[in-house]
């Protein structure tokens, strides 16, 4: 999941990490939002992470929350980059694993979701999740990076790494979501 240019120094990878989430970030609308049932009809998943990333539909809310941005997407891989930052700490002082979690979860959710065709949909059945590294503020980036390992009709599975511009590995995971038809609505 890594590219070889992220095998540069880390601090020449933080700068160009920095760099293309400035970009990405200049193109998305300003204001989070819900995709309407019109941005999306028609629309494979890909499509959708495409049109978000043109800045045609809003980046949603909790992204926004949670400080974290989509940098990446291809069919069945995806790369969002996130700021650890002091207010997502536990009573420990460290990252909570919450905040792990939910960037895995999106890489790898979104993953398989770029895979599948107008009119289906996804959500995680089972996440697994495994922290090998403390995480704090004082790692100013880190990248979730979700990969699909199995596409199919009905069941999908994505597998994901949290890693930081050293390249070190702060968490790793796996998920399985059903795959489903779906008429978007938003209520």
């Known amino acids: 999941m890594t590219s070889p240019t992220d095998a540069m120094d880390p601090e020449e990878t933080l700068a160009r990490w920095r760099v293309e989430e400035a970009a990405v970030r200049a193109r998305l609308q300003s204001a989070p939002g819900v995709a309407s049932p019109a941005q999306v009809a028609g629309r494979s998943g890909l499509q959708i992470f495409q049109a978000l990333l043109a800045g045609e539909i809003a980046p949603p809310p909790m992204a926004v929350t949670l400080?974290?941005?989509?940098?990446?997407?291809?069919?069945?891989?995806?790369?969002?980059?996130?700021?650890?930052?002091?207010?997502?700490?536990?009573?420990?002082?460290?990252v909570h694993?919450?905040?792990?979690?939910?960037?895995?979860?999106?890489?790898?959710?979104?993953?398989?979701?770029?895979?599948?065709?107008a009119g289906k949909a996804y959500t995680t059945l089972e996440l697994k999740l495994n922290l090998v590294r403390a995480l704090t503020d004082a790692v100013p980036l880190v990248r979730a990076e979700g990969r699909l390992v199995h596409g199919g009709r009905q069941?999908?599975?994505?597998?994901?790494?949290?890693?930081g511009p050293d390249r070190k590995l702060y968490a790793h995971a796996s998920t399985t979501c059903p795959v489903f038809d779906c008429a978007f609505r938003r209520t």
């Open 67 to 94: 400080h974290f941005t989509l940098l990446r997407i291809e069919s069945g891989f995806a790369v969002f980059q996130g700021q650890p930052g002091f207010s997502y700490y536990n009573p420990m002082g460290t």
């Open 97 to 117: 694993g919450g905040w792990f979690a939910t960037m895995l979860d999106t890489a790898m959710g979104c993953a398989v979701h770029s895979t599948l065709p």
């Open 155 to 163: 069941v999908a599975t994505a597998e994901g790494r949290l890693v």
